[in-house]
């Protein structure tokens, strides 16, 4: 299973941007989804992430977006969110989705898949 990540994009300071981010084939749960960011020269970092419901739900922000981006989850908890308001230069890097574990249920196998990455979705924000 692979994470296909959208929605990235050029838009100018003070704008918002949608990202999504769904797994490449049905998956039965995943535990905790997130997005990093990883700025040109820079390491990456956390962005947010958010544990499902069976898991406490809990969300967590880098300091640096607290108040500005939104972390959310699809009802069946398969896809994540990240809704970015006020943007600002310094938000402009190559944004990646994550999981830690997924569950999957198909005729052929049943098994846990760990530690997964989308392919990232670049965001510049610049005038």
């Known amino acids: 299973v692979q994470l296909q990540a959208s929605g990235g994009g050029l838009v100018e300071p003070g704008g918002s941007l949608r990202l999504s981010c769904a797994p490449s084939?049905?998956?039965?749960?995943?535990?905790?989804m997130g997005w990093y960011r990883q700025a040109p020269g820079k390491q990456r970092e956390m962005v947010a992430n958010i544990t499902s419901k069976p898991y406490g739900g809990y969300i967590n922000y880098v300091d640096s977006v607290k108040g500005r981006f939104t972390i959310s989850r699809d009802n069946a908890e398969t896809t994540v969110y990240l809704q970015m308001n006020s943007l600002k230069p310094e938000d402009t890097a190559v944004y990646y989705c994550?999981?830690?574990?997924?569950?999957?249920?198909?005729?052929?196998?049943?098994?846990?898949?760990?530690?997964?990455w989308g392919q990232g979705t670049e965001v510049t924000v610049s005038s």
């Open positions: 994550h999981a830690d574990r997924l569950y999957v249920h198909y005729p052929a196998y049943e098994r846990y898949e760990y530690d997964i």
């Open positions: 084939r049905t998956v039965f749960s995943i535990r905790t």
